[in-house]
């Protein structure tokens, strides 16, 4: 294998007395940011040859600062291969922070070691990085699901660009630019193009991992600390079931599905669905209810549940329909467990036997809960947010926006 060492570029930094100004060293490695080190010389424009790098004139001065140049030059090739050797993967940022350290000190293996540990950790790539962020984020399982996936979808970037993994820090924002491209162009399982959304979600979940592990030190900088992103771009996926298609899929008929066991638990799945759809409960809500989440007030059935994934309870009034589900299994104890990939395998079947060809999720459940809150049975944007276990109203955007059946209801001229 090729080691790469770095190409070390003297320049001239002008300051604000005119024609001073200050020679820095920019460090450059193909697939790195730029860094850069002052030498700390001042100089007048007029002494510095720009297309030499060097000092101009005979003048002892000159002679001497440009040898002060050349042992920078010679001391960073013998930091380099020491760094080597001490296990570090070299970056310009690497670099550019040990090399002050080691002022005054002896150019040792065991010096470098002292001064790299003191200000900076050993080298992060990117797929590292969102895998040290996957599991310091304690989530519910949906969630690390997802987290799952923009780890696959950032290890498919990589091949597409021949790469096998990346520094963390060049993943800058011509690289999310790149990578946003390269996302936007592909389909998903259902044969659709990648939304907005989706593409916004693994941005904003990449910034947060190198967020944290820079704020934690265990990246030297940040290259996307300044990246914005307009959430009010991104098309909000609002998919959800009319009751048109409630209707059709409560009717289906399951012996179109052949295998008996298949048939029985996409039954199952059938019914936890329409579940979801009258109580709002995200998947892994469901999947740990018990009699212990069931309150009575007022002769009403309630479920007061704190969710999972944002510890908010969630008060849920139960509809008629909800409870006739829970009556034919025996009680909300008895309510099939289903785990997460089957159900969603299932829900492909019935997905494709009902025709709608929607990719049905848990979360589009979720979504004609909202829908049906909002524009069916008239209730307000607070009270859907307190059933939904949401910390508040703007959150509702994300599942439902209001329609000509709302205001139907509300408009009596």
């Known amino acids: ?223 996307l600390e300044r990246l914005h992103i307009d959430k009010e771009d991104s098309e909000v996926d609002l998919r959800h079931l009319t009751e048109e298609q409630i209707e059709q899929l409560e009717d289906l008929d399951l012996h179109l599905i052949y295998d008996a066991g298949t048939r029985k638990r996409a039954e199952h799945v059938r019914d936890l669905f329409i579940f979801c759809c009258y109580t709002g409960l995200h998947h892994s809500d469901r999947q740990d209810l018990s009699s212990k989440h069931i309150k009575l007030r007022k002769g009403a059935l309630w479920i007061c549940k704190k969710r999972q994934k944002t510890n908010i309870e969630a008060k849920i009034k139960l509809h008629p329909r909800a409870i006739e589900i829970i009556e034919k299994y025996g009680s909300i104890d008895e309510l099939p467990k289903v785990p997460l990939n089957d159900n969603n395998e299932l829900l492909k079947i019935l997905d494709a036997l009902a025709g709608f060809h929607m990719g049905l999720s848990t979360k589009i459940a979720r979504k004609t809960f909202c829908y049906r809150c909002l524009n069916v049975w008239n209730i307000d944007r607070d009270t859907v947010a307190t059933m939904m276990g949401l910390s508040s109203t703007t959150h509702i955007d994300a599942y439902a926006e209001i329609d000509e059946n709302r205001v139907e209801q509300a408009v009596s001229w």
């Open 1 to 223: 294998m090729i080691l790469q060492n770095a190409n070390l570029l003297f320049w001239f930094c002008k300051s604000k007395t005119p024609d001073m100004g200050t020679i820095k060293l920019c460090i450059q490695m193909k697939g790195h940011p730029d860094a850069n080190l002052s030498t700390h010389i001042k100089v007048s424009k007029n002494d510095w040859g720009g297309n030499f790098k060097r000092f101009l004139g005979q003048t002892d001065w000159a002679q001497a600062k440009n040898k002060q140049l050349r042992t920078l030059e010679v001391e960073m090739e013998q930091l380099q291969g020491i760094l080597r050797v001490a296990g570090y993967t070299l970056t310009p940022r690497l670099l550019a922070t040990v090399y002050p350290n080691m002022v005054g000190r002896q150019m040792t293996i065991e010096n470098v070691k002292l001064s790299a540990q003191s200000d900076q950790p050993k080298f992060m790539s990117i797929l590292s990085l969102i895998d040290w962020h996957i599991k310091a984020s304690e989530r519910e399982p949906s969630t690390a699901t997802a987290y799952r996936v923009r780890r696959t979808n950032m290890v498919r970037f990589l091949e597409s660009i021949q790469r096998k993994d990346m520094a963390a820090e060049a993943f800058d924002e011509a690289m999310v630019l790149k990578f946003s491209d390269w996302l936007r162009s592909r389909v998903n399982r259902n044969g659709a193009s990648i939304s907005q959304l989706h593409v916004y979600k693994h941005v904003i979940f990449y910034r947060k991992a190198m967020t944290e592990a820079y704020r934690r030190k265990l990246l030297l900088s940040n290259p």
